[in-house]
């Protein structure tokens, strides 16, 4: 039985430090046995800002409607954020206002806060919490913080923190056992 896993980097900034993050996530992920997974990355769209829902909307972006079509099909979804200015990104907030009520009902929703300072995003952690809750969605009690991130990758931009790649994976697989377990729901 395969899981679909896919990794949404909810930033558009560019050059942001997320994308290492959630790069190495996805890794991680296409690495569990009977997963497939993608990388979501809102930098490589151009949505506009929500005027309409997805059902009302008479031509909505192609893409648009792929990523409603990836988000409904997820056993699961793994979210990396950056923290900006005590929440998370607006691209993110706009993406998730396109969203059909309840496209995460019984799906858990791994949350991955990044940031420049030494809390790794907590205020962006804890608003993210309730915008899953909001589409249905279970986020995962554990969560993953990324503090420093300037200082964690390598000029391959490869993770060199070994206590965070061991807690990175050890996250990844936990997200697939409550996929496991809600697909039997």
Not at 92 to 119: A, E
Not at 159 to 167: P, T, V
């Amino acid at each position: 039985m395969n899981y679909k896993i896919p990794v949404l980097l909810g930033t558009t900034r560019k050059g942001n430090q997320s994308q290492k993050v959630a790069r190495t996530l996805q890794q991680y992920v296409a690495k569990l046995p009977n997963v497939d997974t993608q990388l979501l990355d809102l930098s490589e769209t151009n949505f506009p800002i929500m005027e309409e829902r997805i059902g009302v909307w008479e031509n909505p972006p192609p893409i648009l409607l792929e990523w409603v079509e990836i988000l409904k099909t997820s056993n699961a979804l793994l979210i990396v954020a950056p923290e900006y200015k005590n929440g998370y990104p607006g691209a993110l907030k706009n993406l998730m206002d396109f969203m059909p009520p309840g496209i995460l009902k019984y799906k858990p929703v791994g949350i991955c806060t990044v940031s420049s300072g030494q809390f790794g995003g907590t205020n962006c952690l804890a608003l993210l919490r309730l915008l899953c809750l909001s589409l249905g969605g279970m986020p995962m009690p554990d969560r993953l913080q990324v503090a420093y991130v300037e200082q964690l990758f390598d000029e391959e931009e490869h993770l060199k923190d070994e206590k965070l790649i061991r807690k990175s994976k050890e996250f990844v697989k936990e997200l697939l056992k409550y996929a496991v377990a809600f697909k039997q729901l």
